[in-house]
């Protein structure tokens, strides 16, 4: 993995808690345009974790689909369909998709979409 990215999924990270995010309920995520080096640029789906009562309730329902559990599977399936709705994601460019707590495993159920 890029050693670059890891300060780029922070910082990503950060801003969703901060606020800056698009809200789904349960879930909040952004899409980020962010500089690599001169001329490569990444866009990075961050997704935030648990910050709400409710998220515990998803949190401990540990039935699974696919292999992700239903709440992960869910939340990625939701942001999926929110960012293709809205053609947030360019083409041809490299994503990163990051997630904290509870959203590791809807990062990763995200990159299986």
């Given at each position: 993995?890029?050693?670059?990215?890891?300060?780029?999924?922070?910082?990503?990270?950060?801003?969703?808690?901060?606020?800056?995010?698009?809200?789904?309920?349960?879930?909040?995520?952004?899409?980020?345009?962010?500089?690599?080096?001169?001329?490569?640029?990444?866009?990075?789906?961050?997704?935030?974790?648990?910050?709400?009562?409710?998220?515990?309730l998803?949190?401990?329902?540990?039935?699974?689909?696919e292999?992700?559990k239903?709440?992960?599977?869910?939340a990625?399936?939701e942001?999926?369909?929110?960012?293709?709705?809205?053609?947030?994601?360019?083409?041809?460019?490299?994503?990163?998709?990051?997630?904290?707590?509870?959203?590791?495993?809807?990062?990763?159920?995200?990159?299986?979409?």
């Amino acid at each position: 993995m890029d050693k670059r990215l890891y300060p780029v999924a922070a910082h990503a990270i950060k801003d969703v808690y901060s606020g800056n995010c698009i809200d789904l309920g349960t879930t909040e995520f952004n899409v980020f345009m962010k500089m690599l080096g001169p001329e490569e640029i990444i866009i990075v789906i961050a997704i935030g974790g648990t910050d709400e009562k409710k998220d515990w309730l998803i949190n401990f329902d540990l039935r699974s689909r696919e292999g992700i559990k239903i709440g992960a599977y869910r939340a990625a399936k939701e942001i999926h369909e929110r960012i293709e709705s809205h053609h947030m994601i360019p083409p041809h460019y490299r994503v990163l998709v990051t997630g904290h707590s509870k959203a590791g495993p809807t990062a990763i159920a995200y990159k299986k979409m």
